[in-house]
């Protein structure tokens, strides 16, 4: 069963990306992420944000 779409899945992927280079800054504060968890989180808030179909958070 596949959640998201090919859309969403590409996003997550390039902050997982920017995320293993160290490049994945968060929020206001811009400090870098350091959490696995923390990076698909933005992924998927970016998409959300680009109107991709993602489940909401439960």
């Known amino acids: 069963m596949n ?3 090919g859309r ?3 996003t997550v992927r390039i902050a997982m ?3 293993k280079k160290g490049e994945l800054k968060s929020g ?3 400090k870098t992420v350091i959490n696995r968890k923390q990076a698909i989180a933005i992924g998927l808030s970016e998409a959300r944000k ?3 179909k993602v489940p909401y958070k439960s």
Request: hydrophobic share 20%; proline share 0%; no cysteine.
């Open 3 to 5: 959640k998201y779409g």
């Open 8 to 10: 969403a899945r590409q």
């Open 17 to 19: 990306h920017k995320f």
């Open 28 to 30: 206001q504060t811009d």
């Open 50 to 52: 680009k109107g991709v």
